[in-house]
């Protein structure tokens, strides 16, 4: 019996480098709270399947450097 190798729980939570670069990118024009609305209707989420919601996306950019 060979069963996949599992991926590490921080990798899982790990935000995806598209959802990264979308922020950064939206940064430019827009408020935390619109990017939160935009990243949502584009089906885009935070780390483990989350929706982005202001607070949440504002600390996210704020660790990142991005703002």
């Known amino acids: ?4 190798t599992l991926k ?5 939570r ?4 598209q ?4 922020v950064d ?3 430019d024009h827009h408020t935390p709270a619109e ?3 935009i990243l949502n209707n584009r089906g885009l989420h935070a780390r483990a399947s ?3 919601v ?5 600390a996210f950019a704020r660790q990142a450097g991005m703002i």
Not at 1 to 4: G, I, V
Not at 8 to 12: D, E, G, K, R
Request: aromatic content about 6%.
């Open 1 to 4: 019996l060979t069963l996949p």
């Open 8 to 12: 590490p729980a921080w990798l899982l």
């Open 14 to 17: 790990k935000t995806p480098p």
């Open 19 to 22: 959802v990264v670069a979308a």
């Open 25 to 27: 990118h939206l940064l």
């Open 35 to 37: 990017i939160a609305d």
């Open 50 to 52: 989350a929706k982005f």
């Open 54 to 58: 202001n607070g949440v996306l504002d």
